[in-house]
C-alpha cells in the first residue's frame, strides 16, 4: 500500500512521458508530411509550366515564320522586329525548358528538345538570314522547310509532352498516396491520442484542402490568357474586364489590340458562349488564331470567314458559338475597316452623339454564310467603344436589362478620355446589377487624338 502513491505518480509520469513523446511524433509526423506534400506540388507546378512553356515555344516558332514571311511579302521592318523578338523568346523559352527538364533528371526529354533547338538555329542559318538579306528569294524554301520539319516538330512535340504528362500523372499519384497515409496516420493518433489528435486532424485536413485549391488556382491561372491591349499611334487605348464568375478573374470574353505594321492595328472583341473557365481557354486559340489570320488576310470579312471554318472544325462542339467584332485600323489615316459577326455591342461616339455600328454577318460557328467589312472614317475626338453583352444584357434590380439604347446613353455621358470612359462604365454596371453580374464584360476603349490625318 507503501508504495501505491509512488506506483500512481510513476504511471503518471509515464503516461504523461508517453503523451509528450506521441504528442511530439504527430507534431513532426505532421510537419515531414507537409513539408512531402509541398514539395510534391512544387515539382507538379515545375512540370505543369514546362508544359505550358512548351506550347508557348511552338507559338514562337510559328511566330518566326509567320515574321519573315510577312517581310518577304511587304519589306516592312517591323517584321524584321517581330522576328527578332520571337527568335530572343524563343531561346529564353528553351533554356526555361531545358533547366526544368534537367532538374526533373528527364534525359530523354533534354535531348529532343535540344534536337529541336539544333534543327531551328539550321533553319535560321540556312534560310532565316538569307531571307532577312534578300528578301522574297527563299520563300520557296521558307515552304519546304515547313514541309520537312512539320512531322519532325509534331513527333518531338508529341513525345515531349507525354514525358510530361506521364511525370505530372506520377507526381499526383504520389500525392495521393502521401494523402492516403496521411489520414491512416491521423486516424492512429486519433485512438492513441483523442481530442488533440482530432485537432490534429482537422488541421491537416484543412491544410490539405488549401494545398489542393492552390494547385487548381495555379493550373487555371497558366491556362487563361488575359486580354490585351497595345499603344497606338495618335491613339488613346482604354480598356476593362469584369469575370462574372466573382472568384475568379477570367471568362468567356476577351479583347485585343494587336499592331499589324507601323500603322495598321488589328482592332478585336469576342463573346464565347457561356462563361468560366471553360469558355477562357477558347479565349486563347480565338485571340491568336485571329492574329495569325490577320497577318495574311488584310479584309475583316475574309479574316472572319477563315476563322468561322477553323473554329467549327477545331472546336467540334455545334452548341458553341462566338460573336466577334473585328476591325483594322490605319493609324496614319483614322480609316476603320470592320466586320461584326453577329456583334451588336459596338459603337461610335462622335461629337454629335452615339451610333450602333451595324452587324455585317451571323454568329460564328453555326453556319457558313458570307461576311461582309464595311469603312468608316474616324475624325479627332471620335471613339471606338466594343463591349460585349455584359453591358447591355445587365440588370437592375427590377430585372430589366440596360439594352444597346442605355449602353449609348451611358457611352455619351461617360468621360471622354478612353480609360476613364472604360472605368466609368464598369462602374455603372456594377451600379446597376447590384448583387453581382450575369455574363462576363469585357469593355475595349479607342480615342482618336487631336491630330488630323495623313492624306490617302
Known amino acids: 500500500m507503501k508504495n501505491e502513491p509512488l506506483a500512481n505518480l510513476t504511471g503518471t509520469l509515464l503516461l504523461t512521458a508517453f503523451l509528450v513523446v506521441t ?28 508544359q505550358l512553356d512548351l506550347e508557348e515555344l511552338m507559338r514562337l516558332q510559328i511566330d518566326e515564320e509567320n ?3 510577312g517581310y518577304s511579302l511587304t519589306r516592312d521592318p517591323f517584321y524584321v522586329a517581330q522576328y527578332r523578338q520571337a527568335a530572343a523568346g524563343y531561346d529564353a523559352k528553351q533554356a526555361e525548358i531545358r533547366k526544368i527538364l534537367h ?7 533534354a535531348q529532343m528538345l535540344d534536337a529541336y ?7 535560321r542559318a540556312d534560310v532565316a538570314r538569307p531571307l532577312l538579306r534578300r528578301p522574297g528569294q527563299r520563300l520557296v524554301a521558307l515552304d519546304k522547310r515547313n514541309k520537312l520539319f512539320s512531322d519532325y516538330e509534331a513527333r518531338t512535340v508529341a513525345a515531349i509532352r507525354d514525358t510530361l504528362a506521364g511525370t505530372n500523372a506520377s507526381l499526383d499519384r504520389s500525392t495521393q498516396l502521401q494523402l492516403d497515409r496521411s489520414s491512416y496516420v491521423r486516424a492512429f493518433w486519433v485512438l492513441v491520442f483523442g481530442i488533440l489528435a482530432i485537432l490534429f486532424n482537422a488541421y491537416r485536413s484543412r491544410l490539405n484542402r488549401e494545398l489542393e485549391q492552390e494547385r487548381t488556382i495555379t493550373e487555371i491561372l497558366q491556362r487563361a490568357f488575359r486580354s490585351e491591349s497595345v499603344p497606338l499611334p495618335h491613339c488613346e487605348v482604354g480598356s476593362a474586364y469584369l469575370s462574372a464568375t466573382s472568384h475568379m478573374a477570367v471568362g468567356g470574353d476577351v479583347f485585343d489590340v494587336f499592331r499589324l505594321s507601323g500603322t495598321r492595328a488589328l482592332v478585336l472583341i469576342a463573346d464565347v458562349s457561356g462563361k468560366g473557365v471553360d469558355a477562357a481557354v477558347l479565349t486563347a486559340f480565338i485571340k491568336f488564331m485571329i492574329r495569325a489570320i490577320a497577318l ?9 470567314s477563315e476563322f468561322n471554318s477553323a473554329f467549327s472544325k477545331a472546336v467540334g462542339n455545334p452548341y458553341l458559338f462566338v460573336s466577334m467584332f473585328v476591325g483594322v485600323l490605319d493609324t496614319a489615316t483614322f480609316r476603320l475597316e470592320y466586320g461584326s459577326a453577329g456583334h451588336d455591342c459596338a459603337y461610335l461616339r462622335r461629337r454629335d452623339g452615339v451610333e450602333q455600328l451595324a452587324v455585317t454577318g451571323p454568329v460564328l460557328g453555326v453556319m457558313e454564310e458570307p ?7 474616324l475624325h479627332p475626338g471620335d471613339t471606338l467603344v466594343l463591349t460585349t453583352d455584359g453591358l447591355t444584357e445587365v440588370r437592375d434590380r427590377d430585372g430589366k436589362p440596360l439594352s444597346g439604347t442605355g449602353a449609348m446613353e451611358l457611352i455619351e455621358r461617360a468621360n471622354p478620355h478612353a480609360q476613364e470612359m472604360a472605368d466609368q462604365l464598369v462602374v455603372a454596371a ?13 469593355i475595349l476603349t479607342i480615342r482618336v487624338m487631336d491630330v488630323e490625318p495623313a492624306l490617302v
Open 430 to 442: 456594377r451600379s446597376r446589377a447590384g448583387t453581382g453580374l450575369r455574363d462576363d464584360l469585357a
Open 296 to 304: 495574311r488576310q488584310s479584309e475583316p470579312g475574309a479574316i472572319l
Open 103 to 109: 532538374n526533373e533528371r528527364l534525359t530523354a526529354p
Open 371 to 377: 461576311f461582309y467589312s464595311k469603312t468608316i472614317d
Open 117 to 123: 533547338g539544333t534543327l531551328q538555329s539550321r533553319w
Open 67 to 69: 515574321s519573315l514571311r
Open 23 to 50: 504528442l511530439a511524433f504527430a507534431v513532426q509526423g505532421s510537419f515531414e508530411t507537409r513539408s512531402e506534400i509541398a514539395q510534391t506540388f512544387s515539382r507538379a507546378a515545375e512540370i505543369q509550366q514546362a
